[in-house]
């Protein structure tokens, strides 16, 4: 598979300050994005899988890093309730203003919990869940960072599920193409492309998950751009 060079010094616009109407647009594109490619889809199947593995009346406790406005989380709980699942969903994100767009949304799921704090130092409970998900998150960082973030996750969860885009030519047309045919808001037309190119590839991941003591097992898939890790 061909991989793009990493651009580590790209910057996206969401990583600064954004006015309050552009973050909400640029999360609903994201979410809307999640939706339709099948980024849930991806992480919800292995989630679930956990969840069989689990006593039918025992909580599910999943950890969102970088969970953003909750969106992800709120996926989790509405099929925890529709297959009868006690489940809790810990949301930490860094950004205070997308957190209190997260209260709005969550509001009506009080199995969701919102924590602000870096990715690089979660104030985590050792082994206090089952899953420890990061969804488009560890893009955002350097090496180091990614590597703490990784050691922390595994050492709160059982399972550490990595879903991240890949860094390859087709994803970069896929995601430009994307932004563009669907109308998106300019920053995810700008940030879309620049999340491509300051992703890690495989191999990368690989690395940073060894580096942080853990394996990683990683599945591609190229046509939507994606790739998830379990990394144990």
Not at 38 to 52: D, F, M, T
Not at 102 to 129: F, M, Q, S
Not at 148 to 158: F, G, I, K, P, S
Not at 168 to 197: C, E, F, K, M, Y
Request: proline share 5%; glycine share 6%.
């Amino acid at each position: 598979m061909v991989t793009l060079a990493r651009d580590a010094d790209a910057r996206e616009r969401m990583d600064g300050p954004l006015a309050p109407a552009d973050l909400g647009a640029t999360l609903d594109d994201l979410d809307r994005l999640n939706a339709w490619f099948g980024g849930y889809a991806l992480s919800l199947r292995r989630i679930r899988r956990v969840a069989a593995a689990l006593p039918p009346r025992v909580r599910l406790r999943v950890i969102d890093v970088g969970g953003g406005r909750g969106d992800l989380a709120v996926n989790v709980v509405r099929w925890a309730r529709r297959a009868g699942r006690p489940v809790r969903v810990i949301v930490v994100d860094s950004d205070a203003a997308t957190l209190a767009l997260a209260r709005r949304r969550t509001a009506a799921y009080p199995e969701i919990v919102l924590v602000r704090a870096d990715a690089g130092a979660l104030p985590l409970r050792e082994a206090g869940a089952e899953v420890a998900h990061a969804a488009l998150t560890l893009h955002h960082l350097d090496g180091d960072t990614a590597v703490a973030c990784l050691a922390q996750m595994a050492a709160a969860a059982r399972t550490v599920i990595v879903n991240d885009l890949l860094r390859t030519p087709l994803t970069l047309a896929l995601v430009w193409l994307a932004t563009r045919v669907l109308q998106l808001h300019p920053v995810s037309r700008h940030d879309g492309p620049v999340s491509v190119r300051r992703a890690w590839s495989a191999d990368e991941l690989t690395t940073l998950a060894e580096k942080a003591g853990r394996r990683a097992r990683i599945a591609r898939h190229p046509w939507l751009g994606r790739l998830v890790a379990e990394i144990a």
